[in-house]
């Protein structure tokens, strides 16, 4: 039920998360990093959102929708120069390019649907324009999402965010309060922990005794990155180095023994 305070409607958060299509255990998350948090309390200790905090709530999806990762919309929230009117204009920006693609794409269908069955010559040409205007809208798949596994999750979780400054996301534990479930931000990425599991064939390199993958991490400096890993105890298997495709970077072995490459382009 919506509540006033004064003249302004101050929203409860299971109507919040309805009409905005955000879920209630995302709210709640937002709030404990600090991300979104409601503005009042009801008396019964209800969480109550204001139009300010709606507003804040609609830029922190737009900006999901973008690519850009909890800790980067956080900055970009609290930076002095961040307003609503910005937001508005990058997500008009956004919804235009999109019908720009999409009344290209029609445009050409409409022009291919008209010749199928009168051209004497291959329309292979015609296809694949129109396959290079699909690509111009959204791709089906939104995101990518690493999923490793450990004997320790709470551990690890506690691990790669001291050592490799990942940042911190949610956690789950079951009933008997074990960690079950963890989640880290990687730049604009996202990494699962997920505990052992025996049904599915799951198990930590430290319990295998080997590695079969890699995690790879774009950064903004190597050089500082690994310094600061060496200062938090990392293993270090080799220093930055410039490789022959084209990246340089640092490899390391997280808690578990899991391998983690730590890289940036070069220039």
Not at 145 to 162: E, F, K, N
Not at 194 to 205: C, D, I, K, T, Y
Not at 258 to 266: A, D, E, H, P, V
Request: aromatic share 6%.
């Amino acid at each position: 039920m919506t509540t006033r305070g004064g003249d302004e409607a101050r929203r409860r958060v299971g109507e919040l998360a309805g009409a905005s299509g955000v879920t209630v255990r995302t709210l709640h998350h937002y709030e404990e990093i600090g991300l979104l948090v409601a503005s009042d309390r009801s008396p019964a200790g209800h969480r109550l959102y204001s139009d300010d905090d709606v507003e804040r709530l609609y830029r922190i999806c737009l900006l999901r929708r973008l690519g850009m990762s909890l800790g980067e919309i956080r900055r970009a929230l609290d930076d002095p120069a961040s307003s609503l009117r910005a937001a508005v204009t990058t997500h008009l920006e956004e919804v235009e390019r999109r019908l720009e693609a999409t009344n290209l794409l029609r445009s050409r269908l409409a022009r291919l649907l008209a010749s199928i069955g009168t051209s004497n010559g291959s329309l292979t040409n015609e296809l694949i324009q129109v396959m290079e205007e699909m690509t111009m809208l959204d791709s089906p798949v939104q995101r990518g999402i690493s999923v490793l596994v450990y004997a320790d999750v709470g551990a690890a979780y506690t691990y790669l965010q001291r050592v490799f400054g990942l940042g911190p996301g949610h956690l789950a534990r079951d009933d008997a309060g074990r960690v079950v479930h963890g989640e880290l931000e990687a730049g604009n990425g996202v990494v699962w922990l997920h505990p052992e599991s025996a049904a599915f064939g799951l198990a930590s390199p430290r319990s295998l005794g080997a590695a079969t993958a890699t995690t790879a991490v774009l950064v903004d400096d190597v050089d500082a990155h690994h310094r600061y890993a060496v200062e938090q105890g990392a293993e270090i298997l080799y220093g930055p180095v410039d490789q022959p495709y084209g990246f340089r970077e640092y490899s390391a072995r997280d808690s578990e023994g899991g391998l983690w490459s730590f890289m940036k382009r070069i220039p």
